[in-house]
């Protein structure tokens, strides 16, 4: 069983940065994020292959987010640049334990998965 630790969220102002990070207790494959809205279902937002070279982020986020991930700290990365007030959620790193070479943005397809980090965009 890997464990998923996410930290990072917090109160920003919109039009700022924040980096998110996940920290995995042992070897993963396919990463990704995804967040929920106070009302809301849980949503995609991005995903990561095992070596870093494919990535697929939802439209909502394509252009201001970046994932990434570095695989000798087991860390998994969001970059989120201007930030806008409905990105306001709960975020949540999911992860893969089998190999694949499809990037799944359906919730069902992560074995493993955070608690949560919080992040508020004030206007």
């Known amino acids: 069983q890997v464990q998923l630790v996410e930290t990072g969220g917090e109160l920003v102002q919109a039009g700022g940065s924040l980096r998110l990070s996940c920290a995995a207790s042992?070897?993963?494959?396919?990463m990704g994020w995804f967040r929920q809205a106070p009302g809301k279902d849980r949503e995609f937002v991005a995903v990561?292959?095992?070596?870093?070279?494919?990535?697929y982020y939802s439209d909502s986020v394509k252009g201001r987010f970046t994932i990434s991930r570095d695989n000798a700290k087991n860390t998994l990365y969001l970059q989120m640049n201007s930030l806008k007030p409905e990105d306001t959620a709960t975020y949540y790193c999911?992860?893969?334990?089998?190999?694949?070479?499809?990037?799944?943005?359906?919730?069902?397809?992560?074995?493993?998965w955070g608690q949560g980090t919080q992040v508020t965009v004030s206007s």
């Open positions: 999911a992860a893969d334990r089998v190999y694949s070479t499809t990037l799944y943005i359906r919730e069902g397809a992560y074995d493993y």
């Open positions: 042992g070897r993963t494959y396919a």
């Open positions: 990561i292959s095992l070596n870093g070279g494919s990535t």
